[in-house]
């Protein structure tokens, strides 16, 4: 019955918005007679950094407690603490990582969306060495951290489109993103982000971003001009005022 009732809402439907072609054409196969009604519209971003925000207050406040603040690669997990997100896809493989080199660390922040997951998490980060868990700050504090950090994170198993990968490259912060059709859409590797497929890779690709400096640089310059070329709010913003003026005017 409940299914029935989603199919009568879905032929209801005046019209739809998919992120990305991608989602669009998925969406077709299910929506077969309603194909004129689907319309492709990229996540709008903006990016607002928190005037005062103190790095080493952020890091102590999470359990980093070493003087030399300055010194660390902070790889930060911008993420909801829910299943799908996967946090601690990268926790051992990471942790071993911090032990050969104690400057790269992981913090994991988000909201707190799962409680059983949580707990969990909490317990794992509280007995494993280079990874951390912050609590969650505002938008803009959020966004003074992903500016100071070395690189964003993103290890989900699944994504429409990860509003903190857009952020992360309107910021000039390098992507580290899951392999997932989602994050694949908007992260071309070594053009805008690099991308991994499994939690070896991960360090792998993150070392090659520690190291080669062009690289780097690459990605964050390349990052910066998609975002604004094709997550402006203005075009987004457009784009549903027409939707909603053929509503108006049927």
């Known amino acids: 019955m409940a ?5 009568m809402c879905v032929f ?6 998919a992120f990305t072609d991608k989602l669009k054409e998925e969406a077709e196969l299910f929506l077969l007679s309603q194909n004129g009604k689907i319309y492709v519209q990229p996540q709008g971003i903006q990016t607002e950094v928190a005037e005062k925000f103190c790095w080493t ?3 102590r406040s999470s359990g980093v407690s070493r003087e030399d603040v300055d010194q660390l690669h902070v790889f930060l997990l911008v993420c909801g603490l829910r299943r799908v997100k996967d ?3 990268l926790v051992d493989v990471f942790s071993e990582w911090h032990n050969e080199n104690p400057q790269n660390v992981l913090v994991i922040i988000g ?20 990874v951390f868990l912050a609590q969650e700050r505002s938008q803009q504090e959020l966004h003074a951290a992903m500016k100071r950090c070395f690189a964003v994170v993103n290890c989900s198993v699944s994504e429409g489109m990860s509003a903190a ?6 910021l000039g912060v390098p992507v580290v993103a899951r392999d997932i059709p989602g994050n694949a859409a908007v992260v071309q590797h070594e053009v805008t982000g690099v991308l991994y497929s499994s939690p070896q890779e991960f360090v792998h690709q993150s070392w090659r ?18 975002v604004e070329k094709h997550h402006g709010l203005k075009q987004e913003r457009e784009t549903y005022q027409r939707l909603l003026n053929t509503l108006h005017y049927a």
């Open 111 to 130: 909201p707190k969306m799962d409680p059983v997951l949580t707990v969990e998490v909490e317990a794992v980060v509280k007995r494993t060495a280079g």
């Open 57 to 59: 207050e952020f890091l």
């Open 165 to 170: 990968i857009l952020e992360a490259m309107d």
């Open 209 to 226: 971003l520690l190291s080669d400096r062009e690289l780097r640089e690459r990605v964050v310059r390349n990052g910066k001009l998609y």
């Open 12 to 17: 209801m439907i005046r019209f739809a918005v």
């Open 87 to 89: 946090p601690l896809y």
């Open 3 to 7: 299914f029935a009732r989603v199919i």
